[in-house]
């Protein structure tokens, strides 16, 4: 009866890890899905405002990005290394181009303050296209395993 029991036990311990691993791998799709909804829908709201705001609130949706953020920070899939061989020049160009084109979308928006939007909008440049190879080099890992 005792041996019973520990497989049992075993076989309950496997199906909640397996359970467990789809939990964190759904829970990445959610944070992901739901910031890229948000994105767009803020883009949305900006360029012609109220059209989104008027019949749904984002702060639901950011809730939930804060939350399944903050479980695919605590709980990552697996430690990867400092491997940036991902960075072939297609690459280099389409991240160089996204954060030119985030860079012109901010200055566009306040260039009204001056010299400093200038300023803002190279920082903003740089930090999307460093956002963006760190995204890349984890997409690129994410799809080895």
Known sequence: ??????????????????IWLYVREINREIFKV????????????????????????LNTILVIIFFSGLI?????????????????????????????GIALLVYYRIRDIGTLAVIISIVIGLVTSIVSIALLHDFSHTNKE
Request: with cysteine; aromatic share 12%; hydrophobic share 50%.
């Open 34 to 57: 739901s910031f890229v909804t948000y994105f767009l829908l803020y883009l949305i709201d900006d360029m012609w405002p109220r059209i989104v705001s008027d019949y749904y609130n």
């Open 72 to 100: 695919v920070v605590i709980f990552p899939l697996k430690q990867r290394s400092q491997d940036f061989s991902v960075l072939k020049p297609k690459n280099i160009i389409l991240i160089a181009c996204l954060g030119i």
């Open 1 to 18: 009866m005792g041996m019973n029991n520990n497989i049992r036990m075993d076989t309950i311990g496997k199906r909640a890890l397996v």
